[in-house]
């Protein structure tokens, strides 16, 4: 029957063939703060500030701020430690790479009439990282939930001739039409009953109805995490000032996404009567994708010391195609022997390209200047998360999904306070940030904490700048989407050592 509707039917089951989750919207709508030392150092509460090129990132007025043209670029030295708990089993991984995450300029043209109320107009260039994905954790522990949850949940109610091969049919032919034809579902299903993790109530092409070859009882099971890749924007920027006190600016982003994930289940178990007795399921997605945001903003002088900022940050456009692999293999016990079962189609999942719209932010900001003793700053931010839209919302699937992100997200603020003591010609920073999770249950993605420290030293038309930043966030991860959701707990503590110089043009 597969066969026969491949090509009548393979269109019309193409919005079937996503495979997307609140996870994956999530991952391209938060941004973690990168930009130069001296904006890191302040936790990233530069929005009333300007004069540097990370801060244009925040508000693209602060590039009015700057006297004379400017550059600057920075590396960063970054650690991440993930600690998991699952059940009775608790792990901590680390890993670190060291990274160019900023580089911008930005070219001050003053207006040598005298009489015009517009002192002068800058355009910049900068590259930002928004996120860095690169992470990777393990969790084990003794689960009384089985994997053959997930693969039933997908079976039931299908027809065993739409998630099996046909005599002589090859894995990897059966695994790629059922896929063209009925789509993602329909070969978790197919996994499931050629690795024989499910057995169909009768042998007909009709039956609908399987049960588990996992006999119920305890299971030992891990889980591998690895993920490479980033979210990163290049920016466009135009600002201006308006006599002595009023900046204004706008920013154009491209923005680009590079995700490649990779996941390793495995299950063992010793249970009465189980004829499956081990699993082993890997999944790979990898994601590329480009978009588009703008930022407006502007910065006014209230008195000589007292700056206020106002940004507003449009949502990001972004289109994504994404590409999955999949392999599953079985040990069972037959009459006392072990037989392993190796299902391995080799076959790459191209799913349609889709649409996905984050959230748009504003953003209000404060600073206070000590002439030239220092300076502190604060900055707060609001992003409604349930706004967040897969596209083309008239597809089913987006439907519901964006409904269920409507329903579980919900408005997070973001608040920085910064401050900079200056001495001669040294600089010295530090910033405390707290973000609200995005989850109404505050469970799934905790919030944030995060505090700074930095030092900075001016040669004139030269600064080189040093900080340390940290910050810690708790989540709890499904292995799953269905059937098997226990989650694993993970305590993320991200440290970065930043190095930033910047000169004079």
């Not at 894995?171 to 039409?177: C, F, K, N, T």
């Not at 953003?363 to 002439?371: D, E």
């Not at 502190?376 to 699937?397: C, G, Q």
Request: proline residues 2%; hydrophobic residues 35%.
């Amino acid at each position: 029957m597969k066969k026969n509707l491949l090509l009548l039917v393979g269109l019309a089951f193409m919005c079937s063939a996503y495979a997307q989750e609140v996870q994956d919207a999530l991952r391209y709508s938060l941004s973690e703060i990168q930009g130069t030392a001296r904006y890191r150092a302040l936790s990233g509460a530069f929005g009333a500030l300007g004069g540097d090129m990370s801060a244009v990132s925040s508000n693209p007025a602060g590039s009015a701020v700057f006297v004379s043209s400017q550059a600057s670029f920075s590396l960063s030295s970054l650690n991440i430690t993930n600690d998991t708990k699952f059940f009775n089993g608790v792990n901590s991984n680390s890993n670190s790479e060291f990274d160019i995450h900023q580089a911008g300029a930005a070219f001050v043209f003053a207006n040598n009439n005298s009489n015009s109320p517009w002192r002068k107009f800058t355009l910049g260039i900068a590259y930002d990282k928004l996120n860095n994905f690169n992470t990777n954790w393990f969790a084990n522990g003794v689960n009384t939930n089985s994997v053959d949850n997930y693969f039933l949940n997908y079976a039931q109610g299908l027809r065993l001739d739409e998630i099996s091969a046909f005599p002589g049919e090859s894995i990897a032919d059966a695994y790629a039409d059922i896929g063209s034809v009925f789509g993602y579902g329909h070969q978790q299903a197919f996994l499931g009953y050629e690795s024989y993790i499910l057995e169909p109530e009768t042998g007909d092409d009709a039956n609908s109805v399987y049960f588990s070859n996992i006999a119920p009882g305890d299971f030992n099971q891990e889980y591998n995490y690895a993920a490479t890749g980033y979210n990163g924007k290049f920016t466009f920027n135009f600002a201006t000032q308006y006599e002595d006190n009023l900046y204004l600016g706008l920013n154009l982003n491209s923005h680009f996404v590079n995700y490649e994930r990779s996941t390793y289940f495995f299950e063992g178990n010793s249970n009465e009567a189980s004829l499956i007795q081990e699993v082993g399921f890997e999944n790979n997605l990898y994601t590329v994708g480009s978009g588009f945001s703008f930022q407006l903003g502007g910065i006014l002088k209230l008195t000589p010391e007292l700056r206020m900022g106002l940004s507003y940050d449009s949502p990001t456009w972004l289109s994504l195609e994404e590409e999955t692999t999949q392999y599953i293999a079985t040990v069972r016990n037959e009459g006392g022997s072990a037989i392993t079962q190796v299902i391995n189609p080799n076959v790459v999942n191209l799913f349609p390209k889709y649409r996905l719209q984050t959230p748009g932010k504003i953003t209000g900001s404060f600073a206070y200047i000590f002439k030239d003793k220092g300076l502190i700053s604060f900055y707060y931010s609001h992003k409604d998360f349930s706004n967040i839209k897969f596209k083309p919302t008239s597809d089913m699937y987006f439907t519901s999904l964006n409904n269920q992100m409507g329903n579980t997200l919900k408005s997070a603020s973001t608040y920085r306070v910064g401050g900079e003591y200056r001495y001669k010609q040294f600089s010295f920073r530090g910033g405390y940030r707290f973000e609200e999770s995005p989850y109404k249950d505050k469970t799934t993605i905790g919030d944030l904490t995060g505090y700074s420290l930095g030092l900075g030293y001016n040669f004139g038309n030269t600064k080189l700048d040093l900080t340390y930043d940290s910050f810690n966030r708790e989540t709890q991860y499904q292995f799953f989407n269905t059937g098997l959701t226990d989650s694993v707990s993970i305590d993320s503590k991200n440290s970065n050592i930043t190095l930033s110089l910047s000169f004079n043009l």
